[in-house]
């Protein structure tokens, strides 16, 4: 298996190289270069498989052995060790229609210790097998950040900068970053919006003097091995859902999204062969996958703080990967696409190519109302609290389910996260003792403006630091 851009400037890559390459040389995301397919039969064959023994079996398609059996064994079993559920992803049954499955039963209690679990041990054995310190730089909307720092802190040959958009993240969200004090962590409070951070961390990666001289790394979804992570539970949740409904009805699944990240693993799964009937984008006010889907319009519009704020992202990254797949993994078109959206702020899909990417997604754009009555709704009848997210997930769902269809819906964070919008509901939820414990400890970040100089300044300071 050999890697290459979206947009057609990069010479093959095996796995390892891929993944420390993060974003592509020449400003796109790698991808591999086929995607395998499984067979019926095979899939049928995994549903005995644990968490791990699936995740290990996805991955050898995509590694070439590249780290030895043995050795990514023990990196998958380590990186699940400390969720809080023998499953790792649990799928909890609601009704007839739909399922729920948890990915929030990591250490930072969101989905994004699912991959960034994993790729803080790959991160930390390839520091050591190359004896070589790795910069890790990355954007957070709330989520991605603390779950990085969490799969990094205290480990030998790395350091660790999280730029996250100040006072936009949840309280949660900002503590569990923030009351870090180890010494190979630096977060930066960035006077802006999450795109301002994504834009900087993209200019940063896409400077090669600098990034090969800081030996700097991504975390961001624009490093493939995130994608591949995020798939596996994919598998796992449809392999592991009520067998004899199963059989008789299709399979969709709501997947809250911001940076499109974690709907473009649903459609590598899909790809893979995994048999999904709709892939629903979920989104919030900041609805630039919905507009993209019903219209036709990929346009960032006026940024709005909601109440789902990990979703509060106009310029989704991942959204050049299936771009490269709409447009038959022509990577000349890709890069024609790109520079419109440069030169003249959007991109304009009509007729049959619109009814192509009306074909693979559903979406749809909660508003905050309805994202706080599905958190009352789902309480009240089911006795099930969800996170904002999720609630945005839950009404997209309830709004393109069919009769003779299953959706599974991701919850891809713990309520507990998000207890501004809980406490609108006039819900008391009891928090886990891991987030109390977070109110009582002192913070450690820098304030800064959004300015790349400025930033450029900070991680200088922070990577020569003995």
Not at 88 to 109: A, C, N, R
Not at 172 to 188: A, G, I, K, R, S
Not at 320 to 338: H, I, N, P, Q, T
Request: aromatic fraction near 12%; glycine fraction near 6%; proline fraction near 4%.
């Amino acid at each position: 298996m050999k890697y290459i851009s979206t947009r057609g400037q990069v010479e093959p890559k095996g796995f390892i190289d891929t993944v420390l390459m993060g974003l592509a040389d020449d400003g796109g995301l790698m991808v591999p270069e086929h995607i395998p397919v499984i067979a019926p039969e095979t899939l049928n064959e995994w549903k005995s498989l644990s968490y791990v023994d699936l995740f290990l079996t996805i991955f050898s398609y995509y590694t070439n052995d590249e780290i030895p059996a043995e050795d990514l064994k023990d990196l998958a079993t380590r990186s699940y060790a400390n969720f809080r559920h023998p499953e790792v992803t649990p799928v909890t049954k609601i009704d007839e229609s739909l399922y729920i499955m948890e990915l929030f039963h990591g250490p930072t209690f969101a989905f994004k210790d699912v991959a960034l679990q994993f790729m803080g041990e790959f991160y930390s054995y390839v520091s050591k097998k190359q004896n070589e310190i790795i910069h890790i730089l990355g954007a957070t909307s709330g989520d991605t950040g603390a779950a990085a720092i969490q799969g990094v802190r205290g480990k030998e040959g790395i350091k660790i900068c999280i730029l996250h958009p100040h006072e936009k993240v949840s309280r949660v969200q900002e503590l569990q970053m923030t009351t870090v004090d180890d010494q190979n962590v630096l977060n930066l409070s960035v006077k802006g919006n999450f795109d301002d951070c994504q834009k900087i961390i993209k200019e940063l990666f896409g400077d090669l003097n600098f990034k090969k001289e800081y030996h700097l790394r991504a975390i961001n979804s624009i490093n493939f091995l995130r994608i591949l992570a995020q798939t596996v539970y994919y598998f796992y949740a449809y392999l592991h859902i009520d067998q004899g409904q199963h059989q008789l009805k299709k399979i969709n699944f709501s997947v809250p999204s911001g940076n499109f990240g974690n709907i473009f693993s649903g459609f590598l799964a899909q790809k893979m062969g995994l048999p999904i009937n709709k892939l629903i984008i979920a989104t919030n006010e900041n609805n630039i996958l919905e507009r993209f889907v019903q219209t036709g319009e990929y346009k960032p519009g006026d940024f709005r703080s909601t109440h789902s704020p990990s979703m509060d992202i106009q310029v989704a990254s991942n959204f050049e990967r299936y771009l490269y797949y709409f447009v038959g993994e022509d990577a000349a078109k890709v890069s024609e696409y790109m520079n419109v959206l440069k030169s003249e702020g959007q991109i304009v899909m009509t007729g049959e190519d619109l009814a192509k990417v009306q074909s693979d997604f559903a979406a749809y754009g909660a508003s905050n109302q309805e994202c706080l009555d599905t958190i009352l709704k789902y309480k009240g009848n089911h006795d099930y609290l969800l996170d904002p997210h999720t609630a945005c997930g839950i009404t997209a769902y309830e709004k393109y389910q069919g009769d003779d269809e299953i959706c599974i819906t991701l919850a891809t964070a713990h309520p507990a996260k998000f207890d501004e919008a809980i406490i609108l509901c006039e819900i008391e939820q009891e928090f886990p003792d891991e987030i109390k414990a977070l109110f009582s400890q002192p913070q450690h970040q820098e304030v800064v403006e959004h300015d790349t100089a400025e930033i450029v300044r900070q991680l200088e300071a922070f990577y020569t630091l003995a």
